[in-house]
């Protein structure tokens, strides 16, 4: 299997081995470079300063004092005349000093020239300088043992093979710990999204903290959650469907059959097939709300927003359902603050206040008050209040009155002929505008909704 955590040890690895390789080359290019520069450049001027004194006061004496003083030392002197006969020098030569000595040196500036650089080969480092003097005249040639330098470059290149093999080392280990970091969870994240696809919601990831991971763990665990839900209300919501269809298909069954007996007065028959038709008509108000549902849960649903006009609009819509207030004794009162234009689907903005309205109406009793209150707020958004004086709702059922078929007190439900599904349209309709809506209620007094869109 392609591990996450062998690519990243593999990258790893490629970063660090090119690290060192830039670094070994920075080393070689300049830092060894500038050593062994320094290195001739110190017995070049060293060879020059002795030809100065022999130039100044050549004598036996000097000679002497020259390779007396060159014994002491790391670097080594040898003097010879013009035909390269040695004359004095601070060591016995060995056999790579004589050769040297005997290749005459060519384009020789007053400066001297290094006459041997291969550090990594010879024994030695060599330069020569030629002196005139009045007595004599000849070359100093100067030797520095290469060993030193080699030594300090193969500890070098050691340090550098000792830093390879650790981070090597280092790297097997961060191998191993991004494997249990990174590897491990990733596999159980993946087993479990394997398991969610599979329809079992059980999911249980460890925690892993406050990162990216952890992150990702939380939201498939979330995921779990909701997906879990999501089937619970489902269903729930198809039991319920079932539930409300089956009520009104009892009655019309049962009406039918006694309609359809011989013996029965003219005005029974009529007056069960005007139930039939009545529970015919819930049923069809129930199957074009859920198809409304599922149109609005089809994520392609759209609203179609034109700028509309307040007053207009709202006195329009009221004027539909004052008759049925007006039959029930309710005083229906529309305010609209202020004349302003405001953008929203008219269509489903008038399906949003026909619902409320519905629902104010069968839950108020004759002589009561309807308030509908438009007007422009702060923000310049469009607030509609409707406040009923009906029988309220419980606080402790607010917060469920926008799911799918909740009703308020079961028992209740028969009585109006809701099927619960108005106030969740309202609400998905609302937030398809990006608007919001508010609710409160207290019992026997009545209830305020509030839509901001
Ligand atoms: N203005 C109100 N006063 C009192 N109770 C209300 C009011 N509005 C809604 N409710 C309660 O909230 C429940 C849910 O309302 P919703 O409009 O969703 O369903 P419904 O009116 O029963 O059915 P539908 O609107 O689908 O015909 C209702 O059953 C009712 O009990
Ligand atoms: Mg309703």
Redesign the pocket.
């Known amino acids: 299997m392609n591990k996450i955590s062998t690519k990243l040890a593999l990258y790893f690895t490629i970063a660090v081995l090119v690290m060192e390789g830039l670094l070994m080359l920075y080393l070689y290019d300049n830092i060894i470079d500038t050593r062994i520069e320094e290195e001739f450049q110190s017995i070049l001027s060293r060879g020059n300063s002795h030809r100065d004194v022999l130039e100044d006061r050549y004598s036996e004496t000097t000679l002497h004092h020259i390779a007396l003083m060159e014994s002491k030392t790391e670097t080594e002197v040898v003097i010879t005349d013009q035909n390269h006969n040695v004359i004095t020098g601070s060591r016995e030569l060995t056999d790579g000093m004589r050769e040297l000595i005997q290749v005459p040196p060519e384009s020789l500036t007053r400066e001297g020239r290094v006459i041997e650089s291969n550090w990594k080969d010879m024994n030695y480092l060599a330069t020569v300088t030629s002196f005139e003097s009045e007595r004599n005249e000849g070359y100093v040639y100067m030797f520095k043992s290469a060993a030193p330098l080699r030594n300090l470059i193969s500890q070098l290149n050691r340090h550098f093979l000792l830093a390879g093999i650790l981070s090597l080392i280092i790297l097997t280990g961060i191998h191993f710990l991004l494997s249990k970091l990174l590897t491990r969870p990733l596999l159980k994240m993946k087993q479990a999204t394997e398991k969610l696809s599979k329809g079992n919601f059980e999911v249980k990831l460890p925690e892993l903290g406050q990162d990216e991971l952890g992150d990702l763990s939380d939201s498939i665990q979330r995921l779990a959650t909701d997906l879990e839900t999501i089937q619970q209300e489902r269903t729930e919501f198809l039991a319920n469907i079932s539930h409300e269809l089956r009520t009104p298909l009892t009655y019309i069954q049962g009406y039918a059959n006694v309609a359809l007996r011989e013996d029965i007065p003219e005005s029974e028959r009529k007056e069960y097939l005007n139930i039939i038709q009545e529970e015919s008509k819930t049923i069809l108000?129930l199957i074009e709300?859920l198809f409304e549902l599922a149109k609005i849960d089809e994520n392609n649903f759209s609203i179609q927003t034109e700028t509309i006009d307040s007053g207009s609009f709202y006195h329009k819509v009221i004027n539909k359902v004052a008759p049925v207030f007006k039959r029930k004794g309710i005083d229906l009162i529309l305010t609209v603050k202020e004349d302003f234009p405001f953008l929203a689907d008219p269509i489903r903005l008038e399906q949003i206040v026909m619902?409320l309205l519905?629902?104010?109406l069968?839950?108020s009793p004759p002589h009561s008050t309807t308030e509908v209150t438009v007007e422009r707020n702060d923000s310049g958004n469009m607030s509609l209040l409707i406040h009923?004086q009906?029988?309220?709702?419980p606080p402790e059922e607010l917060p469920q009155?926008f799911n799918r078929m909740?009703?308020?007190?079961k028992s209740?439900?028969r009585e109006?002929g809701?099927?619960?599904?108005?106030?969740?349209i309202v609400k998905e309709l609302v937030e398809a505008h990006g608007g919001q809506i508010s609710i409160q209620?207290e019992r026997n007094k009545g209830?305020s909704i509030n839509i901001i869109l």
Request: net charge neutral.
């Open positions: 108000t709300n619902n519905d629902n104010a069968k839950h009923d009906g029988m309220g709702i009155v909740y009703r308020v007190e209740r439900s109006f809701g099927s619960g599904l108005g106030l969740s209620s209830t």
